[in-house]
């Protein structure tokens, strides 16, 4: 396995990875989620320009030339007049192929985002998480991760 920055040609290994990770969203959140055939159509920060002013990093796992994970992480000044200045790592998209999983594919793919977002003067990083995905949460804890903040809906 290499852990390698994701090309245009990687997109339609990406499309899989996030149509499992939709379908997931989509069976627990309906009211938020729709399963779609191509979810990579819907990220809106996938962009040349992201890539190449270094506020975005795109991890890909790749396995014989299959790309079975993903990171997409995005770099973030927080500057505010009641914040302390700092750089933040957001890790917008994580995800393994439900076939490569448990292999320390998704551990690998989070240090090599650590690793980067520290290249790049992060000094925290962050992601959410739906509270549905107990899987995903059980792992982030395993990697280190804490609660730092909830965010909360009352549907109306």
Same mark, same amino acid.
């Given at each position: @396995?290499?852990?390698?920055?994701?090309?245009?040609?990687?997109?339609?290994? %990406?499309?899989?990875?996030?149509?499992? #990770?939709?379908?997931?969203?989509?069976?627990?959140?309906?009211? &938020?989620?729709?399963?779609?055939?191509?979810?990579?159509?819907? &990220? !809106?920060?996938?962009?040349?320009?992201?890539?190449?002013?270094?506020?975005?990093?795109? #991890? !890909?796992?790749? /396995?014989? !030339? *299959?790309?079975?994970? &993903?990171?997409? %992480?995005?770099?973030?000044?927080?500057?505010?007049?009641?914040?302390?200045?700092? &750089?933040?790592?957001?890790?917008?998209?994580?995800? /393994?192929?439900?076939?490569?999983?448990?292999? !320390?594919?998704?551990?690998? #793919?989070?240090?090599?985002?650590?690793?980067?977002?520290?290249?790049?003067?992060? =000094? /925290?990083?962050?992601?959410?998480?739906?509270?549905?995905?107990?899987?995903?949460?059980?792992?982030?804890?395993?990697?280190?991760? =804490?609660?730092? *903040?909830?965010? @909360?809906?009352?549907?109306?």
């Amino acid at each position: @396995m290499e852990i390698r920055d994701l090309k245009q040609t990687d997109f339609n290994d %990406v499309n899989e990875i996030f149509k499992q #990770l939709n379908k997931l969203h989509a069976e627990h959140r309906p009211d &938020i989620y729709k399963d779609i055939e191509n979810p990579v159509d819907a &990220i !809106g920060y996938v962009t040349e320009k992201a890539i190449k002013e270094g506020s975005i990093i795109f #991890l !890909g796992a790749d /396995v014989d !030339g *299959k790309i079975v994970g &993903i990171c997409f %992480v995005l770099i973030r000044s927080r500057k505010n007049i009641g914040l302390v200045p700092r &750089i933040c790592a957001h890790i917008a998209d994580i995800a /393994v192929d439900e076939n490569y999983r448990r292999q !320390g594919i998704g551990t690998a #793919l989070y240090n090599e985002a650590v690793k980067r977002a520290k290249e790049r003067g992060a =000094t /925290v990083i962050q992601l959410g998480v739906n509270e549905f995905n107990k899987e995903a949460i059980d792992f982030y804890k395993s990697l280190g991760m =804490t609660v730092w *903040k909830y965010e @909360m809906e009352q549907r109306i």
